[in-house]
């Protein structure tokens, strides 16, 4: 069984850019979570998505904003990019709605400059 | 605010030997608490899940205990081995699955 996928892997944008990263979830997973990694703040949630639907939104900015697709498939947008979000982005799937283990992916390494 | 505490500090230990990490909570009820292991340049892989109903929680040679009252959880590898070395993640859980909050971790260094 394919694990969770992100693409891309590494990416670099200046400030005021913006940038979409795409998570695939595990077949037959229809929850996916994003979440950030910074050195200092360590794992942030971002949001999670089910069903299409955002259930849960973290304290980010609204430059934040995510979708999910039919097939479960989500990307994120981050728009007007800021160096503090150098970060690594992971994506999670689940397939229990309580208390299931989260299955990430290898996240996508984001450089702002 | 919440606040879950790991050892910010690296954890270094002789192979063999026992590691035990901690993870203290503040200002959060959890219904579970979670344990993740990452390595660098990974995405964190899920360990053990333990309730709040329950004490401890074992596997192979983890052992995770969880206590509501001190607002703490530990988090034990037996027998450590240098492939044990990463570090390690604690995350709590109230509600749905996928909104956890992650401790910082605590890097665990095992050596020959």
């Known amino acids: 069984k394919a694990g969770v996928t992100q693409t891309p892997r590494y990416l670099i944008k200046t400030r005021g850019q913006q940038v979409t990263l795409s998570c695939s979830p595990i077949?037959?997973?229809?929850?996916v979570s994003w979440y950030q990694q910074t050195p200092g703040q360590g794992l942030q949630f971002l949001f999670e998505?089910?069903?299409?639907?955002?259930?849960n939104k973290g304290n980010f900015p609204g430059r934040f904003s995510g979708r999910q697709f039919s097939n479960s498939r989500s990307e994120m947008n981050v728009s007007t990019l800021e160096l503090g979000d150098s970060a690594l982005y992971l994506c999670?799937?689940?397939?229990?709605?309580?208390?299931?283990?989260?299955?990430f992916g290898e996240g996508s390494r984001l450089t702002v400059l | 605010s919440q606040k879950i505490e790991q050892n910010s500090e690296a954890l270094n230990i002789q192979e063999g030997k026992t590691a035990t990490l901690t993870c203290n909570y503040t200002?959060?009820?959890?219904?579970?608490l979670q344990w993740y292991r990452q390595d660098p340049g990974r995405g964190p892989v899920f360990l053990l899940l333990?309730?709040?109903?329950?004490k401890e929680k074992r596997k192979e040679r983890l052992k995770v205990t969880f206590d509501t009252t001190l607002k703490q959880s530990l988090f034990h590898i037996t027998a450590s081995q240098p492939a044990d070395s990463a570090t390690y993640l604690c995350?709590?859980?109230?509600?749905?699955?996928?909104?956890?909050?992650f401790g910082t971790g605590t890097r665990l260094q095992v050596t020959l």
């Open positions: 995350a709590l859980g109230a509600g749905t699955a996928s909104k956890l909050t």
């Open positions: 998505y089910f069903s299409e639907t955002q259930r």
């Open positions: 333990i309730r709040e109903n329950e």
């Open positions: 999670a799937s689940s397939l229990k709605t309580l208390t299931g283990e989260l299955f």
């Open positions: 077949s037959g997973h229809r929850s």
């Open positions: 200002n959060y009820s959890p219904a579970y």
